[in-house]
């Protein structure tokens, strides 16, 4: 066929009319970002202009995919400060490509000074992993987080059904954080210039953030280094 048949057969109508009707949220999110734009320019004209330039972030953010617990906002922070990655019931998975592929540009490139791995109350990956019902694909990402309940079944299994899902929050936090401190870019960088873990659980009934005990004495400490530095 000729080009110019191919013109012809085209609908002549404006470009604009082939995007699909907006529902309402959406569109209102749209409108939304333009007020908050032009709000965000008037008090700092400067803005947008530097956030353009590059970024140079304290924190790396691994956290929950839940809508509910938005990283920047509940760290009062403002866009710029915080690099984050979020997945499912922040499961921190030595082999998950996204989380190594994140926390080495951050950790070496960035050189961000604090990986924080922050769990949630009344999550529903939690809530996944203390029931027994089949999810496809999930039952696959939450293996991990299954694995825990198993090892501390005994445990767990004494608790009330939100105390065991806190507490299975919290078991996966520190499991997480033991597992991030095993990747050889934040081995390298917790040696070299002090990078920093640390776990949190968010409590969705009063936004407040709780440090959950990760800390490892110094025969641990040394032990890690020497079973997962790598030259
Ligand atoms: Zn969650």
Redesign the pocket.
């Known amino acids: 066929m000729h080009a110019s048949q191919c013109l012809l057969l085209r609908p002549s109508r404006p470009a604009d009319s082939f995007i699909l009707p907006l529902d309402d949220e959406f569109t209102s999110s749209l409108q939304a970002n333009k007020i908050w734009a032009e709000d965000i320019s008037t008090k700092d004209p400067e803005f947008f202009k530097n956030s353009a330039k590059g970024q140079s972030p304290d924190i790396l953010w691994i956290g ?3 809508s509910r ?1 938005p990283e920047t906002t509940v760290l009062g922070k403002k866009p710029g400060e915080v690099f984050v990655l979020r997945n ?3 499961v921190i998975n030595p082999t998950d490509i996204a989380l190594l592929s994140a926390v080495e540009f951050s950790v070496k490139h960035l050189k961000i000074k604090h990986i924080v791995l922050c ?2 109350t ?5 809530k996944a992993t203390l029931a027994n019902n089949k999810l496809d694909i999930l039952d696959v990402w939450l293996q991990p987080m299954r694995q825990i309940r198993e090892k501390h079944a005994a445990t767990l299994n004494e608790l009330s059904a939100e105390d065991k899902e806190d507490a299975l929050a919290k078991l996966n936090v520190q499991q997480g954080v033991d597992n991030l401190r095993r990747i050889p870019t934040v081995v390298d960088a917790i040696r070299d210039r002090g990078l920093k873990v640390h776990g949190l659980l968010y409590r969705l009934s009063n936004g407040h953030l709780e440090q959950i005990d990760t800390a490892e004495d110094e025969q641990a400490s040394e032990c890690r280094q020497c079973t997962f530095e790598l030259k």
């Open positions: 929950c995919c839940d617990v499912i019931a922040n769990g949630h009344s999550c529903g990956g939690v």
